[in-house]
């Protein structure tokens, strides 16, 4: 099977740098994405990557890690904005998706 | 160009009913794949259509059905409802067979009462 594990809550305040960890267990790898979803809203694509290293995009960048079976998501410059809940999926070869439980992001003044 | 549409946006069932969802995919797009998703948890993955043909399916009861018209749009049922079913269902769309960028609807409210 496949399992996701990321912290369940993060906070920090406003203009300061935020990573959230996601770590995975899963046959067939094959891309790590990351998602935003606001209270209400629906998820909206951040990132993705299939190789190793840092693709970054804006403020927010994303790594990957395929030896370790880890990602993270780097947010600099948080805005108030940026709360919200982060989550981390796996894609396989076999054309599955796996979400993790999703990180809430508190962003304080 | 216009979004993920889901319909309805909220629906409200009783218990043994059954009740059947929309998603219309971006235009273009040919895979669609649906989520649950409940209070503090993640997105519980239903199943993935790609070109008509349900290509994976998540780990539900066979209450969950769905399947993909020739454009693309595609519907999820679900019958004999439970309360526990009261969730929102997320649907997503891609471009093609593989997940590197998803497009999420806002979703429809499903209480069962």
Known sequence: GQSLEQPSEVTAVEGAIVQINCTYQTSGFYGLSWYQQHDGGAPTFLSYNALDGLEETGRFSSFLSRSDSYGYLLLQELQMKDSASYFCAVYTNAGKSTFGDGTTLTVKP | KAGVTQTPRYLIKTRGQQVTLSCSPISGHRSVSWYQQTPGQGL????????????????????????????????????????????????ASSRGQGFTEAFFGQGTRLTVV
Request: net charge neutral; with cysteine.
């Open chain 2, 44 to 91: 519980q993955f239903l199943f993935e259509y790609f070109s008509e043909t349900q290509r994976n399916k998540g780990n539900f009861p066979g209450r969950f059905s769905g399947r993909q018209f020739s454009n693309s749009r595609s519907e999820m049922n679900v019958s004999t409802l439970e309360l526990g079913d009261s969730a929102l269902y997320l649907c």
